[in-house]
């Protein structure tokens, strides 16, 4: 039932929005506050004078940029990787006429659930067996066991939406099935392929149990590695972690806020039936 | 543009399609959980050679043998060469002799001496050995026993003469009996345990408080996202200006890795500079600001809040999405037949979105139940181990310790908790969970 919004509604919502929002409200007015001030009177809203001397610490005392370089080429290849696999089984399973296909999204939807801490110590040896500890694929390999299930069982639900009409009548055209996948059926699944590599690829920049484990040097660790350590054995230096968070958390929003339609769909694609 | 040859029948192809990502999952989902499994089985410790190794039988590592074999012989030599006193000589000599036969014999079994010298020569050109049946030479088990137990007594021995000289030589036998300490250690204990991993485990206090904690927050914490994000997505599900500046920032907190809103909040509790400590103070909530990362009620509290606060708004949209699947008319017809508010949620809203619900419910069960980040990073499992969550505790086993043996005991017992979980869910959620992704 569609009702009217009226001002409390408004009221709610702006309240709503407010604390969903407060903490990174208060990080950001933390980050651009004079170091004396975040120790000196940490509860004013607004310090002395805007400074952005903690930004400076948090980009020099640590190698942020590169935290940031490092999560985006590994969740860009682990995306790329998870969707190229995940296209073909989805499509596969919800087009062609093969067996078992209960057993295989069976498979697909129980690896899902697996907790990474109860294949840590495996993938722990066999990345050090064989030299990949501080690599890129070193990360990218054990990320396939979050994204390719997460992968395929999102695009096995857009791929169900495109009508089979267009199939038959390429069929009827003498198109190989392969060439119906490639010409027919990914061109229309464009956009659904498009949202499952955004929600991959957020999957992928907010892992920590791996990353945490399997690169320790300083210049291969990922965003929520090297940010949960900025902290030292003594003293917490909140403003460079306030300035390091505000800095890390921008191409996320921006991510979130070009494509806030996209995720939604992928989001709930997965969960209810349309 | 047909090429007629390289086709494959739809049937074929549609193996051909599937194969990729089965292999994979094969090999970096099911695999790993049956080598947990195994090494849950043994007392398998990084940080102990002789115990770094899954060992079945009586095993020598070949590399620490020939390695620290070559240090013992030019030790020996070196010290025959400098020594003036008799008793030292003496005792030197003895002990070259004694390890000499035993090296000897322990050649003279089937293929150990061209393994041995194949990994001397590897070692002394400083690589690592990297084939493993190489490294690893199953030995005789009273050989074995006999042969460390000597090397044992002369390592102990020669500390003991090392302290009665000075000097130079004081230092040089000293570090002959560590040398000696170092290769009786390439002999690997056997170390298969069976359950005993298990067994011990299940009678330490610590796993059951660490299983009732991981309960606690994910019950807690689910169950109010549930409820706060149900009332959400009702008030919110109709049209209004700015609905997508409002889906936005629900997203988020959901978007931004765990780890970092960890941090944030981290720094939103703090005693002396945390804001929300500091506000909770203000209304009387706590009665001091430290005691939200200091007290174990303070801490939970504060573990169970964060995880509201980041997943209450996802809950809600999810649910939100359900709501909008549900037909107007069922409302209105509702409304003509007399039905309030409270009977139109009760019979029409909650039964439309049962599946919703449950399907939501089940993931998040799941993805609070192996909680890790999060806590990790919030308190460290603190304080005194009150929000140690199961998963934390199997990563300080494992990574902590490097002991993989018990630590992956304890990752196979969250893998049994996730899977009953999952069990008991689909049970209820039945087929639906799998419905319409397999017609055709």
Known sequence: MQRKAGPWFYLFLIVFVFLVMFPFLWIFLTSIKPLGDIFGSPFAWFGSGISFQSYESALTTRPLLRYMLNSFIVSGATTILAIGCAAFTAYAVTRLPIRFKSVILGVVLASSMFPPIAIISPIYDFVTDFGLRNTYPGLVIPYITISLPLAIWILATFFQNIPYSLEESAKLDGATPFQTFRKIILPLAAPGVFTTAILVFIAAWNEYLFALTINTKDAMKTVPVGISLYQSQYSIPWGDITAATVLVTIPIVIIVLIFQRRIVAGLTSGSVKG | ?440
């Open chain 2, 1 to 440: 543009m047909s090429k007629r040859r390289f086709s494959l029948s739809e049937k074929q192809l549609g193996y051909a399609m599937v194969a990729p990502s089965l292999i994979l999952i094969a090999v970096i989902v099911l695999w790993p959980i049956m080598l947990s499994f195994w090494n849950s089985l043994f007392d398998y410790r990084l940080n102990d050679p002789s115990l770094s190794q899954r060992t079945l039988g009586s095993e020598i590592n070949m590399e620490r043998y020939a390695d620290n074999y070559d240090f013992v012989n030019k030790t020996i030599e070196e010290i025959l060469a400098e020594s003036s006193a008799e008793e030292v000589t003496n005792e030197v000599e003895t002990i070259q002799q004694g390890i000499n036969e035993r090296h000897n014999t322990f050649l003279s079994e089937g293929d150990h001496e061209e393994k041995f010298n194949e990994v001397l020569e590897t070692v002394r050109s400083h690589y690592a050995v990297k084939d493993q049946s190489l490294k690893y030479v199953s030995i005789d088990e009273s050989f074995k026993k006999d042969y460390s137990t000597y090397l044992t007594e002369q390592s102990e021995s020669l500390a003991s003469l090392s302290s009665e000289q000075e000097g130079a030589m004081a230092t040089r036998l000293s570090d002959l009996s560590g040398q000696i300490k170092l290769m009786d250690s390439s002999f690997m204990k056997e170390n298969f345990v069976g359950f005993g991993n298990y067994a011990q485990y299940l009678q330490e206090s610590r796993l059951w408080q660490s299983i009732g904690v991981t309960t606690l927050f994910t019950v807690v914490s689910v169950f109010f996202e549930l409820v706060l994000g149900l009332a959400i997505a009702l008030l919110i599900n109709r049209a209004f200006f700015g609905r997508g500046a409002v889906r936005a920032s629900v997203l988020v907190p959901w978007a931004i890795p765990t780890a970092v809103s960890a941090m944030i909040w981290k720094f939103l509790y703090d005693g002396q500079s945390g804001v929300v400590a500091h506000y909770f103070e203000q209304l009387g909530i706590i009665q001091d600001a430290g005691q939200l990362l200091t007290t174990s009620a303070g801490a939970i509290f504060s573990i169970i809040f964060t995880d509201v606060w980041k997943t209450t708004p996802y809950m809600a949209l999810l649910l939100l999405a359900g709501l909008q699947t549900i037909p107007h008319q069922l409302y209105e017809s509702a409304q003509v037949d007399g039905a309030n508010a409270w009977n139109r949620f009760y019979k029409i809203t909650l039964p439309m979105l049962r599946s919703t619900i449950l399907v939501a419910l089940l993931f998040r069960t799941l993805d609070a139940f192996r909680v890790f980040d999060l806590i990790y990073v919030l308190t460290g499992g603190g304080p005194a181990n009150a929000t140690e969550a199961v998963s934390v505790y199997a990563y300080k086993v494992l990574f902590a310790q490097q002991n993989f043996g018990a630590g992956s005991a304890l990752s196979v017992i969250v893998f049994i908790c996730v899977a009953i979980i999952s069990t008991l869910f689909i049970r209820f959620i039945g087929s639906d969970l799998m419905a319409g992704k397999q017609k055709g």
